[in-house]
């Protein structure tokens, strides 16, 4: 059954590149279960892992936008890439990054899922420009979440392993906070 589906997923992703499609499909090759584990190391911390989908839309105060993925991400400025180029933008030009559209992820038995990305959106607020660390990018994120959320209400964020967390909306307060917005997903 599974070499079915490895032809059949990669029918799909010759077919897609041939039409264009693609980029607003591509697979995110992550593993459920790596970042379960990672989850789990970093709760002792009281970092979560996220998930940051490939396509992004950094918009800015004074108005327009980029859209590409995000490649780099510190707390000065940010680097988002589209077409084989780059762009580095500083954080204090921001207003917002939306990360639209579904996730595609490989599920622990290794077959190739969508995700919407819909639900319930957790509002992580004032959270510091340095808690947050792009991990692989574009694919994961961990966020320090030891200034923004009691201990117990971390455990009842952390404490549910059926779900991944993505990143849905990056909004900055200031140079120094933001407000994270994540959706639970189902893995």
């Known amino acids: 059954m599974k070499p079915v589906f490895r032809v059949l997923t990669l029918l799909l992703t010759i077919i ?13 090759a992550y593993r459920s279960r790596e970042i379960a584990q990672r989850s789990a190391t970093a709760n002792k911390k009281q ?11 950094v918009r800015f105060k004074q108005g327009g936008s980029y859209t590409g ?7 000065q400025n940010l680097r988002i890439a589209a077409n084989g180029s780059s762009e580095i933008v500083s954080l204090s030009q921001i207003s917002q990054v939306e990360f639209p559209g579904d996730l595609w992820i490989f599920t ?3 077959t190739r899922k969508r995700v919407p990305i819909r639900g ?3 509002p992580l607020e004032a959270v510091p420009v340095m808690g947050f660390n792009l991990e692989d990018p ?18 009842r964020l952390s404490g ?5 967390y993505v990143v849905k909306e990056i909004l900055f307060e200031s140079t120094k906070t933001m407000t994270i917005k994540i959706v639970r997903a189902r893995r």
């Open 47 to 57: 970092l979560i892992t996220l998930v940051v989908p490939s396509s992004a839309i």
């Open 16 to 28: 897609m590149s041939l039409t264009g499609i693609e980029g607003e499909t591509r697979t995110i």
């Open 69 to 75: 993925e995000l490649t780099a991400f510190n707390s």
């Open 108 to 110: 622990p038995e290794e």
């Open 120 to 122: 319930i959106t957790i």
């Open 160 to 164: 549910q392993t059926n779900r991944i």
């Open 138 to 155: 574009p694919y994961t994120a961990t966020l320090n979440l030891e200034t923004v959320l009691s201990h117990e209400e971390f455990e």
